[in-house]
């Protein structure tokens, strides 16, 4: 498992667009990058997941170097409600067989006001 | 938009008890997970199951615990003697691929006394 890390906290202001990278060096030619969301006694969310490039949806953009040693999550225009631990996940793509998530400590991402 | 439901959000249980969590994934998944996390720490992977098996276990998923899909719509993990430190937060998880995305329940409380 490609093994990824992330900085342990980070502090934004309402409105302000918001980076959190993430490095997995050793990451494999069939892994994908995935971001997951939580907040307190909830869930992990999931946020989005891509492979090269950049991915975009509703909710946040990924950004992926053509070397793929990195990735970049960036929400756009964060709330207080964004507060919550985001984790970055690299896992390969495979079917056939239910594989696990592999969950690091994740960055807390504090909004404020 | 369709959920993973947990039941019940809060089980408060003594030790050397049996305890059942149920879950009731999204209703065209095929993967099916628990992980667990211990106050103010990790998401830890549990289980995963697929084709009415286990696909992968953790050393935490020892003797005292087990998985069932009873029926087309749940899905249980038993703790046969909970000891104090089975107390945590345990989450349900469901995917219409392996491994990824994978949707979230909120989690049941486990709290052993």
């Known amino acids: 498992l490609a093994k990824t890390t992330q900085p342990i906290s980070m502090d934004s202001y309402e409105g302000q667009e918001v980076n959190i990278t993430c490095s997995h060096n050793?990451?494999?030619?069939?892994?994908?990058i995935t971001w997951y969301q939580q907040f307190p006694s909830q869930g992990p969310r999931f946020i989005i997941q891509g492979y090269k490039t950049k991915v975009t949806n509703e909710v946040a953009s990924l950004f992926i170097p053509a070397d793929r040693k990195s990735s970049t999550l960036s929400l756009p225009r964060v709330s207080l409600s964004d507060t919550a631990v985001y984790y970055c996940?690299?896992?390969?793509?495979?079917?056939?067989?239910?594989?696990?998530?592999?969950f690091g400590s994740g960055t807390q991402l504090t909004v404020l006001p | 938009e369709p959920e993973v439901t947990q039941t019940p959000s809060h089980q408060v249980t003594q030790m050397g008890q049996e305890v059942i969590l149920r879950c009731v994934p999204i209703s065209n998944h095929l993967y099916f997970y628990w992980y667990r996390q211990i106050l103010g720490q990790k998401v830890e992977f549990l289980v995963s199951?697929?084709?009415?098996?286990?696909?992968?276990k953790s050393e935490i998923f020892d003797d005292q615990f087990s998985v069932e899909r009873p029926d087309g719509s749940n899905f249980t993990l038993k703790i046969r003697s909970t000891k104090l430190e089975d107390s945590a937060m345990y989450f349900c998880a469901s995917g219409p691929e392996s491994p990824l995305p994978q949707h979230f329940g909120d989690g049941t409380r486990l709290s052993i006394l």
């Open positions: 199951f697929y084709n009415n098996e286990i696909s992968e």
């Open positions: 050793n990451i494999a030619t069939n892994d994908y």
């Open positions: 996940l690299v896992r390969p793509i495979s079917s056939g067989s239910a594989r696990q998530l592999t």
